[in-house]
T-cell receptor, first 114, second 113 residues
Framework: EADIYQTPRYLVIGTGKKITLECSQTMGHDKMYWYQQDPGMELHLIHYSYGVNSTEKGDLSSESTVSRIRTEHFPLTLESARPSHTSQYLC?????????????FGNGTRLTVT | GDSVTQMEGPVTLSEEAFLTINCTYTATGYPSLFWYVQYPGEGLQLLLKATKADDKGSNKGFEATYRKETTSFHLEKGSVQVSDSAVYFCALSDRGSNYKLTFGKGTLLTVNP
């Protein structure tokens, strides 16, 4: 199984708080991704990175930000959480961005903003 | 642009029934195709993949064949088990999306004993 870890698994937080969702992988993968999964199960790419100091916004506009200071670490930050941010957030990585390279996913963080 | 259309759920079957989840795609180039499975409370896991026409991906009794002529990659299993209850996602990777994976909307499968 892939070694990609997300913490916390569950988070309930009040409106206006700053939060950071952690994602780490031990596979040495350069390519990392954040997806937001809505209650209807659909996945939306919100951020990705092709290596250290490289970050890009995904297909779905998000108020979150990401950083990539180390290869293995790709945290996602919300400066001021709102109820509309309530969702499941999935982190993923892959060996390269060739078309044959599958994604490896973490178990996700389920965020609830009250 | 690239897109994936998969069968809308939910799908409910009895144990040992035959499963088909349809998936068709639109791609700019020559994509690789994937099926992922998401068990309750977990992230997605790669179930199988195929990288060229007529390839058959298989794993855990599931199979899917890359059909370029019909742009399809339908998932099948001959005899489902309760433990197969999960959400299944079809996905592609293609140059049209700069090789980022494009996912279908997911199909919820429930298998009853």
């Amino acid at each position: 199984e892939a070694d990609i870890y997300q913490t916390p698994r569950y988070l309930v937080i009040g409106t206006g708080k700053k939060i950071t969702l952690e994602c780490s992988q031990t596979m040495g993968h350069d390519k990392m991704y954040w997806y937001q999964q809505d209650p209807g199960m659909e996945l939306h790419l919100i951020h990705y990175s092709y290596g250290v100091n490289s970050t890009e916004k995904g297909d779905l506009s998000s108020e979150s930000t990401v950083s990539r200071i180390r290869t293995e670490h790709f945290p996602l930050t919300l400066e001021s959480a709102r109820p509309s941010h309530t969702s499941q957030y999935l982190c993923a990585s892959r060996m390269d961005r060739g078309r044959d390279s599958p994604l490896h996913f973490g178990n996700g963080t389920r965020l609830t903003v009250t | 642009g690239d897109s994936v259309t998969q069968m809308e759920g939910p799908v409910t079957l009895s144990e040992e029934a035959f499963l088909t989840i349809n998936c068709t795609y639109t791609a700019t180039g020559y994509p690789s195709l994937f099926w992922y499975v998401q068990y309750p409370g977990e992230g997605l896991q790669l179930l199988l993949k195929a990288t060229k026409a007529d390839d058959k991906g298989s794993n855990k009794g599931f199979e899917a064949t890359y059909r370029k002529e019909t742009t399809s990659f339908h998932l099948e299993k001959g005899s489902v088990q309760v433990s197969d209850s999960a959400v299944y996602f079809c996905a592609l990777s293609d140059r049209g999306s700069n090789y980022k994976l494009t996912f279908g909307k997911g199909t919820l499968l429930t298998v009853n004993p």
